[in-house]
C-alpha cells in the first residue's frame, strides 16, 4: 500500500477523515479508470418517514454492466461521504472483479448530501436534519427496489459494498433490510460509534513502535511546557513558524495546532503512505529535538499563510465549516454534522499515556459541534445521538447474518470495528501490515498472504451468499 494514496499529500483532514473529493477510501489518483461510465439519477424522497412530506431530490447513480450475465446478482458499492466515483465499478477494485466472477452488475449510488445528491439548497443546520443513517440506509433499499423494476432484476441477488463508513453501512444495510441484500462486505467498518475515540491514537502509536511513539512523547511534552510560558510561546512560534499573532493564551488555538499536528501523522498511518519516513524522522538525533524532528512532519495547508508563516486561529476553522454553500467537492460540514449527531468518532488523547500529549480531549470535540451548528447541539444530544445510533444498530456486536469485516493491522478505525467472528456467517479477518480499506483493491499477485486470506475468505462468503 506504501505510495498508493498519491493524492493524500495535500489533503486536509477533520476529525480523522480526509476533507476532499474521495473521503476515506480512495482510488489512485492517476487513474482514469471508470471514466467510461455514464451518470444516472433517481428521484429519491427528502423524508422517507413523514408521509406528509413529498418533496423529492434527484440521487446520483453508476452502473456498469461490462461483465453482468442475464440473471446474474447485483453488487452495490454503497458510497459514504464523499462524491460517488465509477472506480469502483471496474476490476481495478475487488468488488469489480468479484463481478466479473460471478457475472455480477456493479452499481454505485451515492450518499446523500455528498457529492450532488444534495435535497436542499444550502446546507444550513436546519436543511441538514435530514441528513442521517436511517435515512440514508432507506435511499438504499428504496433504490434497489427501483432498479429491479427499472432493470428487469427480478430474481437477482444484491450483496452491498462498503468502506469506511460505508462498510458500517454496507453491515447496517444487511442487518436492516435482509430482504433486499442476502450478504455485505464491510471492509474497515467502525460499527461502534463512540464520543470518545482515545483507542484511535493508541493504535496509531502502536503502528509507529515504541520508539517513535516516545519521542512524539516527549515532543507534545515540549510543546505543552513550552505553551505555560511567555517565553516557551515565542520559542514554539519559532520552532513551528508560527505567525506572532499565535500568543498560546487562546486555549482552542493551542487545540487546533495539537489536532493539525495529531492529524498529519494519523493519515499516514492510517493509510500506510509512508509510515517509515516517520519512524526515521522521530528516531534520528541528528535532526535536532524531537519537537524539532516532529515539527519537520508537519504539512500546514489547513492554516492561513501569511507572511510565511502559520496562522493558527481556531476561530478561522469554525468560520470555514459554518459556510453553508454546497460544493459537490467540499464535504466538511455534512460530515462533521454526522459525527456531531450520531457517530462521534472523535479522536483524543485522553487515554493517560497518550503519545499525542493531552491538548485533544473530548470536550474540545463538543465544543466544535456547537460552535459550528449553533446552541440545537449540545453536549447531551451528541452523548444521546451517538449512545442512540450503538443501541440501534448494535456497535460491535450487531445482530446480523453473511457479512465479512476485514481490517487492516495499521488502521486506527479497527478499534472500532468487529474483530472476531459474531456467528458462523459473519465474519472477521484482519488483515496484517494493512491500512484503511486495503482489501478493497484488486488483488495481484504480490499481494502478502494476510491480504490473500482475506480476499479468499471474502470469495467464498460471496459463493455462500449467491447458493
Not at 487492516?408 to 459473519?426: Q, Y
Request: net charge neutral.
Amino acid at each position: 500500500m506504501d505510495g498508493t494514496f498519491d493524492n493524500l499529500l495535500n489533503t486536509k483532514m477533520v476529525m480523522g477523515r480526509p476533507m476532499d473529493r474521495y473521503g476515506m477510501i480512495r482510488p489512485p489518483v492517476v487513474s482514469k479508470i471508470g471514466d467510461q461510465f455514464e451518470e444516472h439519477w433517481f428521484e429519491q424522497r427528502v423524508d422517507h418517514f413523514n408521509k406528509h412530506d413529498n418533496k423529492t431530490f434527484k440521487q446520483l447513480y453508476y452502473v456498469g454492466d461490462n461483465y453482468y450475465k442475464t440473471g446474474g446478482p447485483v453488487f452495490l458499492l454503497i458510497s459514504g461521504e464523499c462524491e460517488a466515483g465509477t472506480f469502483w465499478l471496474t476490476n481495478a477494485t475487488y468488488m469489480g472483479q468479484m463481478a466479473k466472477k460471478y457475472g455480477a452488475l456493479a452499481v454505485v449510488l451515492e450518499h446523500r448530501y455528498y457529492g450532488r445528491s444534495v435535497p436542499t439548497p444550502d446546507l444550513s443546520t436546519q436543511n441538514l436534519k435530514h441528513l442521517s443513517i436511517e435515512l440514508a440506509l432507506k435511499d438504499t433499499e428504496q433504490f434497489a427496489l427501483y432498479l429491479t423494476k427499472r432493470l428487469s432484476l427480478e430474481g437477482s441477488k444484491w450483496v452491498v459494498f462498503g468502506g469506511s463508513y460505508a462498510g458500517a453501512l454496507a453491515a447496517w444495510f444487511r442487518e436492516k433490510y435482509p430482504n433486499i441484500a442476502v450478504g455485505a462486505i464491510a471492509s474497515s467498518a467502525p460499527v461502534e460509534t463512540t464520543v470518545n475515540n482515545m483507542n484511535f491514537l493508541k493504535v496509531v502509536s502502536e503502528s509507529l513502535g515504541k520508539e517513535c511513539s516516545n519521542n512524539i512523547r516527549k515532543a507534545n511534552m515540549d510543546i505543552e511546557n513550552l505553551l505555560k510560558t511567555p517565553e516557551g510561546v515565542i520559542k514554539l512560534r519559532k520552532t513551528l513558524n508560527l505567525c506572532d499573532t499565535f500568543d498560546g493564551k487562546n486555549i482552542n488555538d493551542n487545540r487546533w495546532l495539537a489536532q493539525e499536528m495529531m492529524n498529519n501523522i494519523a493519515l499516514t498511518v492510517q493509510y500506510n503512505t509512508n509510515i517509515s519516513h516517520i519512524i526515521e524522522t522521530m528516531n534520528d538525533p541528528s535532526g535536532g529535538t524531537p519537537l524539532e524532528r516532529y515539527a519537520k512532519l508537519q504539512t500546514w495547508d489547513y492554516f492561513n499563510q501569511t507572511n510565511a508563516c502559520n496562522d493558527v486561529k481556531y476561530a478561522d476553522y469554525i468560520a470555514k465549516v459554518k459556510n453553508i454553500t454546497i460544493n459537490p467537492k467540499i464535504v466538511e460540514r455534512q460530515w462533521l454534522y454526522q459525527t456531531c449527531t450520531e457517530l462521534g468518532y472523535f479522536e483524543t488523547t485522553d487515554l493517560p499515556d497518550c503519545a499525542f500529549g493531552h491538548n485533544i480531549p473530548v470536550e474540545y470535540y463538543i465544543q466544535q459541534c456547537v460552535d459550528i451548528f449553533g446552541p440545537q447541539i449540545t453536549a447531551q444530544t451528541v452523548r444521546n445521538g451517538i449512545h442512540r445510533t450503538n443501541a440501534y444498530y448494535g456497535g460491535l456486536k450487531p445482530n446480523v447474518t453473511n457479512v465479512v469485516f476485514p481490517n487492516g493491522s495499521l488502521d486506527p478505525w479497527h478499534a472500532l470495528s468487529v474483530l472476531t467472528d459474531i456467528n458462523n456467517t459473519t465474519k472477521a479477518v484482519m488483515i496484517e501490515n494493512y491500512s484503511h480499506g486495503g482489501d478493497m483493491y484488486a488483488s495481484s499477485p504480490s499481494d502478502t498472504q494476510s491480504l490473500k486470506n482475506a480476499h479468499k475468505l471474502i470469495e467464498q462468503q460471496i459463493g455462500e451468499y449467491l447458493k
